[in-house]
Structure formats: structure tokens, C-alpha cells
């Protein structure tokens, strides 16, 4: 069995009221084709409440059925990508959390900071976003295509299927063709969950949230500060004061020197801290002193 050095900590961030203040297809697809958001949503509700559908398959559905949307392809998905709105600091704040692993003092540990997105919204359209160039790895629904059109829901990702994918950061196995349930011992996985980072914003992240309090990770819910009904704010103090679902809550501003940034940055420190003592105490311990002349 092989022991992986465990020097990676891994950020893994929900994409809708996370990394954005908006729905992705708000900022894209109805943008581009000219739909209503308040309407498309209200005829996924009916979907949802009449018929059982998921909310995932009621979006895709929907955007199935349009005259305006069902002629898309992925690659213009993916051009859309270009267009989504982010929360400020966003997507700077990546490469710029580097700089608390670069730190000289953990210069013998080698570490590495990696980002993953888990959503529930459409994977083409985040690959061809700015932030696909910063993050390991994307995970998202997807089309598959006829003729150069979008055809038929290849995958779909809802709130509890998430946590399938915090176990393949955890594991390594990034691949859709590695099957996640293979047992694999702890000191063989990649990044254990105490070096681990969840962030999302509300209850469809509570199976995260629980996942990662649960195995010593870590958990973050934002909310937006912007959102004059504060029904955000509401939904991230519910999840910290009478669910206990998370360790912090904060305003989504990615920027140096704000209360998320403040947490992240102390957290990953705290993190590097861990790695480089066990490094050093698992040095000490196979450590044969010469003998004395």
C-alpha cells in the first residue's frame, strides 16, 4: 500500500449564491435567448410540485422544451461561460490564497493548494467561465448532444449527490470512470478531510456541511451582503446558530483583508501548521540517533 505525503489542502465551492450572486443560466443562457428567469423558474416549480421531478431535471427539461435554448450546443454553452458575474475577489482570490502555502517556514513540506467547483448548475458553462483556469476540477450537470445540439441530461448533480464528490477529492479518484465506493485506507487518500475546505451558501449544502463537520473538515456557508431581503444572511445564520451545520458564516467578498478572506487564510495556515508538525514528529519517530563515539 502506498502513503500519500498528505501535503495538499483542497477548497471545494458550491457555484450558485457562492462564487456568484446570481444563477448561472441568468447571467448566460437567458440572457443570450431572451427568457424571463422569473418565469422559467415558476414553470420549474410546477414541474417540481406537480409532477416530482428534481430540481436539476426540471431546469434541464425546461431548457429542453424552449424553441429559444434547444438548439444550443455545449461549445455555445461554454462561450457563454465568459459572461457570469462574480462575487467580488472573484476569481483573483485563487491564485492569491497561494501565497499563505508559499510561506518560507513550510518550505519543507512542499504543500499544495487545490480549488474544486461542485454545482448543480451546467459544467460547460463554468468551463468556459474565467474561473476554469484556476480550479483542479469542475463538476456539474451535463448535456449530452445530437447533431451539435444539446439532446438529452448526460448527468445531473443534486444537493446530496454533491457529497459523492467531496469523497473523490478525498480519495483522488477525479475521474467519472473511477468508481468512488472502491474502499481505499485513510492514509492512502489524497487530502484527508481535516485538510479540507467547504463553502457553500444555504441548505441545499447541507449534506456538505454535515459531511465535512462530520470527518473533521471544514465548513463555511456566505450569504450575499447586497441582498436587501436578507433572506441570504437569514438562510447562513440559520445554518450556524440553530442547525450547527457549519463553523463560520460570512459575507461573500473575496477580496485581501475581508472577513472570508480573514477566515480562509487563518484556516489554511492552520492547516499548514498540521501538516508541517506531523511531518516533522513522523521524521522524529523513524529518526536512529548515531552512535555516541
Same mark, same amino acid.
Given at each position: 500500500?502506498?502513503?500519500?505525503?498528505?501535503?495538499?489542502?483542497?477548497?471545494?465551492?458550491?457555484? *450558485?449564491?457562492?462564487?456568484?450572486?446570481?444563477?448561472?443560466?441568468?447571467?448566460?443562457?437567458?440572457?443570450?435567448?431572451?427568457?424571463? =428567469?422569473?418565469?422559467?423558474?415558476?414553470?420549474?416549480?410546477?414541474?417540481?410540485?406537480?409532477?416530482?421531478?428534481?430540481?436539476?431535471?426540471?431546469?434541464?427539461?425546461?431548457?429542453?422544451?424552449?424553441?429559444?435554448?434547444?438548439?444550443?450546443?455545449?461549445?455555445?454553452?461554454?462561450?457563454?461561460?465568459?459572461?457570469?458575474?462574480?462575487?467580488?475577489?472573484?476569481?483573483?482570490?485563487?491564485?492569491?490564497?497561494?501565497?499563505?502555502?508559499?510561506?518560507?517556514?513550510?518550505?519543507?513540506?512542499?504543500?499544495?493548494?487545490?480549488?474544486?467547483?461542485?454545482?448543480?448548475?451546467?459544467?460547460?458553462?463554468?468551463?468556459?467561465?474565467?474561473? =476554469?483556469?484556476?480550479?483542479?476540477?469542475?463538476?456539474?450537470?451535463?448535456?449530452?448532444?445530437?447533431?451539435?445540439?444539446?439532446?438529452?441530461?448526460?448527468?445531473?448533480?443534486?444537493?446530496?449527490?454533491?457529497?459523492?464528490?467531496?469523497?473523490?477529492?478525498?480519495?483522488?479518484?477525479?475521474?467519472?470512470?473511477? *468508481?468512488?465506493? *472502491?474502499?481505499?485506507?485513510?492514509?492512502?487518500?489524497?487530502?484527508?478531510?481535516?485538510?479540507?475546505?467547504?463553502?457553500?451558501?444555504?441548505?441545499?449544502?447541507?449534506?456538505?456541511?454535515?459531511?465535512?463537520?462530520?470527518?473533521?473538515?471544514?465548513?463555511?456557508?456566505?450569504?450575499?451582503?447586497?441582498?436587501?431581503?436578507?433572506?441570504?444572511?437569514?438562510?447562513?445564520?440559520?445554518?450556524?446558530?440553530?442547525?450547527?451545520?457549519?463553523?463560520?458564516?460570512?459575507? =461573500?467578498?473575496?477580496? =485581501?483583508?475581508?472577513?472570508?478572506?480573514?477566515?480562509?487564510?487563518?484556516?489554511?495556515?492552520?492547516?499548514?501548521?498540521?501538516?508541517?508538525?506531523?511531518?516533522?514528529?513522523?521524521?522524529?519517530?523513524?529518526?536512529?540517533?548515531?552512535?555516541?563515539?
Amino acid at each position: 500500500m502506498i502513503a500519500r505525503p498528505h501535503n495538499i489542502i483542497g477548497i471545494v465551492y458550491d457555484y *450558485d449564491h457562492t462564487l456568484s450572486p446570481h444563477y448561472m443560466q441568468e447571467d448566460t443562457i437567458f440572457r443570450h435567448c431572451g427568457i424571463d =428567469a422569473a418565469e422559467f423558474w415558476s414553470s420549474c416549480t410546477a414541474l417540481i410540485k406537480e409532477k416530482g421531478y428534481e430540481q436539476e431535471l426540471a431546469y434541464m427539461k425546461r431548457l429542453l422544451e424552449d424553441e429559444r435554448t434547444r438548439h444550443l450546443s455545449n461549445a455555445d454553452l461554454a462561450r457563454m461561460g465568459s459572461d457570469l458575474v462574480f462575487f467580488p475577489g472573484v476569481p483573483e482570490f485563487f491564485s492569491e490564497l497561494e501565497t499563505v502555502v508559499r510561506n518560507p517556514r513550510y518550505a519543507e513540506c512542499d504543500l499544495h493548494l487545490e480549488h474544486y467547483v461542485v454545482s448543480s448548475g451546467l459544467k460547460a458553462i463554468l468551463e468556459g467561465s474565467r474561473i =476554469a483556469s484556476y480550479v483542479k476540477a469542475i463538476f456539474g450537470c451535463e448535456f449530452d448532444e445530437d447533431h451539435a445540439r444539446i439532446s438529452f441530461p448526460k448527468r445531473t448533480i443534486s444537493h446530496t449527490q454533491k457529497t459523492q464528490f467531496l469523497f473523490r477529492v478525498n480519495k483522488g479518484l477525479l475521474r467519472l470512470d473511477q *468508481d468512488v465506493n *472502491d474502499h481505499m485506507p485513510e492514509e492512502a487518500r489524497r487530502i484527508p478531510f481535516r485538510h479540507m475546505i467547504y463553502v457553500g451558501d444555504g441548505p441545499t449544502d447541507v449534506p456538505c456541511f454535515t459531511l465535512m463537520k462530520k470527518h473533521g473538515g471544514f465548513a463555511i456557508a456566505v450569504y450575499n451582503p447586497q441582498d436587501a431581503t436578507r433572506r441570504s444572511f437569514e438562510k447562513c445564520y440559520a445554518l450556524a446558530r440553530h442547525a450547527d451545520r457549519v463553523h463560520f458564516i460570512a459575507p =461573500a467578498d473575496y477580496r =485581501a483583508g475581508s472577513h472570508l478572506r480573514l477566515i480562509l487564510e487563518r484556516h489554511i495556515t492552520e492547516i499548514a501548521d498540521e501538516i508541517l508538525e506531523r511531518q516533522r514528529q513522523s521524521l522524529e519517530a523513524v529518526r536512529v540517533p548515531a552512535p555516541l563515539p
